[in-house]
């Protein structure tokens, strides 16, 4: 459980530094962008590395009995949440209209665990995310951060970001149980 905890505080301390407005920019400033990017880049990597090998470490401790809906709840959530995040990363309506989809996906997904799992190991992950991503949203608002409008959005991107998040969502299916341990369905 050590790995799980110590990966978790890694990387949410590296994902809390952009909230930190005058911290990112002194490191920005000390660093330089290029480097600061990679060193975030590098240190969130280790995190994720550290959260994956402690998860499958820690010990099955169970906390609560999962609704018994939760898991189709979970199959619907979940590709919901996929396509919100490659639609985080593309010009499309979807980021336009939600300002903020690449979080509102991660805390879908986490929710959707919670309501599946009622271990120790993932109300730890899942709720971190979760809480992760409600903190962040309320900063991003609170900072006045709005998604980059550099591209227009285009229903062709829309299309696109529906298509890939759906596939995912058919390979997550159907590879859960040899990529993670537990079966999706």
């Known amino acids: 459980m050590t790995l799980l905890v110590a990966g978790l505080v890694l990387f ?17 400033a000390r660093l330089g962008l290029k480097p600061y990017r990679g060193l975030f880049s590098l240190v969130a990597l280790a995190g994720l590395v550290l959260v994956v090998w402690g998860f499958a470490c820690a010990p099955f401790e169970p ?8 898991r189709q709840v979970a199959m619907v959530a979940v590709p919901v949440a996929l396509v919100l995040f490659v639609a985080a990363n593309m010009p499309t309506h979807i980021r336009a209209v939600l300002r903020h989809p690449m979080l509102l996906g991660v805390l879908l997904w986490a929710t959707a665990h919670l309501l599946s799992n009622g271990d120790l190991r993932s109300v730890m992950l899942f709720g971190s995310f979760a809480g992760y991503a409600v903190f962040d949203l309320v900063s991003v608002e609170v900072r006045g951060k709005r998604p980059s409008t550099d591209k227009a959005p285009r229903l062709a991107m829309d299309g696109a970001a529906i298509v890939t998040g759906l596939v995912a969502a058919v390979l997550l299916t159907v590879f859960h149980a040899t990529l993670f341990g537990v079966p999706a369905i």
């Open 12 to 28: 949410f301390a590296v994902h809390l530094i952009p909230s930190v407005v005058p911290l990112r920019a002194a490191l920005i």
């Open 63 to 70: 906390l609560y009995a999962p609704p018994a809906w939760g």
